[in-house]
């Protein structure tokens, strides 16, 4: 992939990745013109000759979610039509991936049908990190890959030099997760109990470890309304952890996240550019360039 004949296409939600991405490949970067009708539709345009070149396409689906997710199926249709030799989807963050199942009879299942536009709109690979659930990439039939961002995650939080560190999964999903970010740490490893009661409410229990005077890392795929963080982060202060940090590839943030988990007496929150934001330290440039390269 390295070379005259492959070129990043920056999306406009992911500026600073795609910069990232193409110094990583060693290959050119065009960003994406995107601007809007009078009616609020999306205008986009690539001012590049394209065709014969494998064009990596690189657009996060973090908040606005359906304007960067239509920005991409245009973009990669684009590409196509151009001409492009092949397309490589770089999403880091799906839209709608966490409604990944039938939870409730009747309900759509999102992620499939976003995983159906972008490969209906031309792309030859697609990429993301840390997909909710890794099952959902069965619904494509083009060559798909979820990375992880957890080595990279573990590997910041080592040169924090924390106290007895323990990393803990958010919940039973994030267990794997959390051991691979305690892995590059030299750190112990294990999960908190969660029961989701609505989107913005959960019951947590951390019974089972020891967090006296030991620094506590919270780890999750998202961080979302901040309220797995925050009942954590409190009862984990309560049962004497020294500090808490959280840490999550995906910085959904909606609303007054960073508030909650402040006041929950979170120490600091570090995160992933899947999503460009301020709590995002970490880049995913090199794993998605190792795979490309
Ligand atoms: C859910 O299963 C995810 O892995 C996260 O735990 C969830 O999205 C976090 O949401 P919130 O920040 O709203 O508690």
Not at 79 to 92: T, Y
Not at 94 to 120: H, N, W
Not at 121 to 129: K, L, N, Q, R, S
Not at 184 to 200: F, Q, V
């Amino acid at each position: 992939m390295r070379g005259p004949m492959a070129l990043v296409i920056g999306g406009s939600a992911s500026p600073l990745l795609s910069l990232r991405l193409s110094r990583a490949l060693r290959c050119g970067l065009v960003r994406t013109e995107v601007r809007r009708f009078p009616d609020g539709e999306i205008y986009v345009r690539v001012r590049r000759d394209v065709a014969g070149e494998r064009v990596i396409v690189v657009q996060s689906n973090g908040r606005s979610q359906n304007e960067n997710l239509i920005e991409l199926l245009l973009t990669l249709e684009l590409m196509k039509d151009m001409g492009a030799r092949e397309v490589v989807a770089v999403v880091p963050y799906m839209a709608y991936s966490r409604q990944d199942r039938r939870f409730t009879p009747g309900e759509a299942v999102s992620a499939k049908t976003v995983c159906r536009l972008i490969e209906c709109a031309g792309a030859d690979h697609f990429i993301t990190v840390d997909m909710h659930h890794r099952e959902t990439l069965q619904h494509f039939s083009i060559k798909s890959n979820d990375l992880t961002a957890a080595h990279a995650i573990g590997g910041y939080l080592k040169r924090l030099r924390l106290k007895r560190p323990l990393v803990l999964g958010a919940d039973r999903g994030a267990a794997e997760r959390a051991k691979n970010v305690a892995l590059e740490m030299g750190a112990d490893h294990d999960y908190i109990e969660k029961k989701r009661i609505s989107p913005e409410s959960v019951r947590v229990s951390v019974g089972g470890f020891d967090v006296r005077g030991r620094d506590i890392v919270i780890v999750d795929d998202i961080i979302s309304t901040g309220g797995t963080v925050a009942e954590s982060a409190r009862i984990l202060r309560k049962n004497g952890a020294r500090t808490v940090h959280a840490a999550c590839t995906h910085p959904v943030l909606v609303g007054n996240a960073m508030e909650k988990m402040r006041s929950a007496g979170v120490r600091r929150v570090i995160a992933t550019d899947t999503i460009e934001s301020d709590v995002s330290v970490v880049s995913v440039a090199p794993v998605v360039a190792g795979t490309l390269g």
